[in-house]
């Protein structure tokens, strides 16, 4: 017994080979497959071979793409895959090598311990503050001292005269040191370091009175080396040249400074030199 077929709309039995409900006036069209137009992309039925839109062909392709054989797609594919692993090959052959060269010349160079230390001084000139105030230096002992005068018999009794001693300098607080940072890492000759601090006081240092600043490494000949140099400001830059002369094994540089009270304006030169504040903490930076 065979379904009888009814409206999808209003469920009314319809007899065969209907085309509308008689009842709800719905339509039945048969269903027609419709592709879309490469060129205007609009649904067409896929029957007609002009579309009535644009009036090109619809299965047409906007621009001819070229079809590349299947071996010769295969073979590119091959040589490409080829080419890039022989580079990250040659890329981790080339660092094992290195690191294997660079240990083995490491190992074969005889480790000395450091017996001695080289001082080297080194000056940086600066503009001399305006107006400096002179400060006398270490003051000796007061010696109380008799003066003689001349009485006539019977006058009072002469009475010795005490000088009032000179009060010494004061004492600056330890230099705090600003940049750069402990550990910063630089690298090349061309780096740009630039060694900063506060001042200890707020209007300057005195025209005897110096920033020491004490730079120490490992030389190339594995001996320890201390560079000094000598600031009015506060801030002085590492020289370019001592690159070269730090030991490759070792690129970590320490510094620290201190306030150095000096007899006359040379720091060189003079044969008297007394700190004038504690040494500042210490910090290392590395210089690759």
Same mark, same amino acid.
């Given at each position: 017994m065979t379904e009888e077929a009814r409206c999808p709309r209003c469920g009314k039995r319809l007899v065969e080979q209907a085309t509308f409900c008689p009842s709800c006036g719905m339509e039945f069209?048969?269903?027609?497959?419709?592709?879309?137009?490469?060129?205007?992309?609009?649904?067409?039925?896929?029957?007609?071979?002009?579309?009535?839109?644009?009036?090109?062909d619809p299965r047409a392709g906007r621009l001819p793409i070229p079809r590349v054989p299947r071996r010769?797609?295969?073979?590119?594919?091959?040589?490409i895959g080829s080419f890039l692993l022989l580079c990250i090959g040659w890329v981790i052959f080339r660092a094992i090598t290195t690191n294997a060269l660079a240990r083995l010349v490491g190992l074969s160079e005889p480790a000395s311990v450091p017996t001695q230390v080289i001082e080297v001084i080194y000056i940086v000139a600066t503009s001399v503050p305006p107006a400096p105030t002179l400060v006398p230096t270490l003051a000796p002992t007061p010696i109380p001292r008799t003066t003689a005068t001349?009485?006539?018999?019977?006058?009072?009794?002469?009475?010795?005269?005490?000088r009032v001693p000179t009060p010494a300098?004061?004492?600056y607080p330890a230099p705090q040191l600003i940049g750069p940072l402990d550990r910063t890492v630089f690298a090349g000759t061309g780096a740009n370091i630039v060694?900063?601090?506060?001042?200890?006081? @707020? #209007? *300057?240092?005195?025209?005897?009175?110096?920033?020491?600043?004490?730079?120490?490494?490992?030389?190339?000949?594995?001996?320890?080396?201390q560079q000094i140099g000598w600031a009015k400001e506060t801030r002085w830059t590492v020289p370019a040249e001592w690159w070269s002369d730090i030991s490759p094994e070792s690129r970590i540089l320490q510094w620290n400074l201190t306030v150095i009270r000096v007899e006359g304006?040379? @720091? #060189? *030169?003079?044969?008297?030199?007394?700190?004038a504040s504690p040494p500042s903490g210490t910090r290392?930076?590395?210089?690759?």
């Open positions: 069209l048969p269903h027609r497959l419709r592709i879309r137009c490469n060129h205007c992309s609009h649904r067409i039925p896929a029957e007609m071979l002009v579309c009535p839109r644009c009036g090109a010769i797609a295969k073979l590119s594919a091959i040589l001349t009485t006539r018999r019977g006058g009072p009794t002469p009475t010795a005269t005490r300098p004061a004492m060694l900063q601090w506060q001042p200890v006081s @707020p #209007i *300057g240092l005195r025209e005897n009175e110096w920033y020491q600043i004490s730079v120490a490494y490992t030389g190339r000949d594995n001996k320890r080396v304006i040379d @720091p #060189i *030169g003079s044969p008297n030199k007394a700190p290392a930076f590395i210089w690759n």
